[in-house]
């Protein structure tokens, strides 16, 4: 059977969620409290609405749905400024390379990302003709680890979730990969991402004959 793959975005492909943790930190500083990296950590594969909820947390702080919206738009329009500046040298190290290899071998590539953003960046850094589905936070209701935006990828893909692999940067997503009955690989450390099937710190460490495989199975 044909295989598919499914990518996130934020840390797999680009590297956005410092812009993410800036835009954060600058709310959280404007709110009156401090917001470090690794709180940022939480944020992870998580939707802006989930984000906000955890930050109020944070800071020991209550607000309006009313508010709340007001917050989040100015959070996303900080972060919008931060991406407008992004181009093809925000690519994570071989990242291209993995993506010619399925091309070449007509391999179905989806986008499953929570980012609201996704395909404005995939075009900012030159990647977007890549990918035959995009499924983000426009697309779907419920956050990782839901499987909802990888069940969706799927489908729009035509392939059943059993023949579809997922690159996820995040533990939501990994979560989400194995609740949809797909094969989870792990961009990131060992220790953290440790659900996943494979793990690899980048996609340098990923060998052509490992991918060549991964598809063919």
């Known amino acids: 059977m044909k295989k598919g793959i499914i990518f996130d975005l934020d840390g797999v492909i680009v590297d956005t969620a410092k812009y993410h943790y800036l835009a954060w930190k600058k709310l959280a500083n404007q709110l009156g409290f401090e917001f470090t990296q690794e709180q940022n950590e939480l944020f992870k594969g998580v939707s802006r609405k989930r984000c906000l909820d955890i930050l109020l947390e944070m800071g020991n702080l209550s607000a309006t749905q009313e508010q709340k919206d007001v917050w989040m738009i100015e959070k996303n329009n900080d972060y919008l400024a931060y991406i407008e500046k992004m181009d093809d040298s925000e690519i994570l190290p071989d ?56 069940l969706m990828a799927a489908k729009k893909m035509n392939l059943s979730p059993s023949n579809c692999i997922v690159f996820e940067d995040a533990v939501a997503g990994i979560e989400a990969a194995n609740a949809a009955n797909m094969i989870s690989i792990g961009i990131g450390e060992k220790e953290v991402l440790s659900q996943a099937k494979f793990i690899f710190k980048d996609f340098t460490q990923i060998s052509t004959d490992f991918m060549k495989k991964l598809i063919s199975n």
Do not use: Y
């Not at 993506?99 to 070449?104: V, Y």
């Not at 404005?120 to 890549?130: D, Q, S, T, Y």
């Open 95 to 150: 990242v291209p390379k993995i993506l010619t290899l399925l091309k070449e071998n007509a391999i179905p590539i989806a986008l499953g990302s929570a980012s609201k953003n996704a395909l404005p960046i995939l075009e900012k850094v030159g990647l977007a003709h890549f990918f035959d589905v995009i499924v983000d936070g426009n697309n779907v209701t419920k956050a990782k680890p839901d499987p909802e935006v990888f």
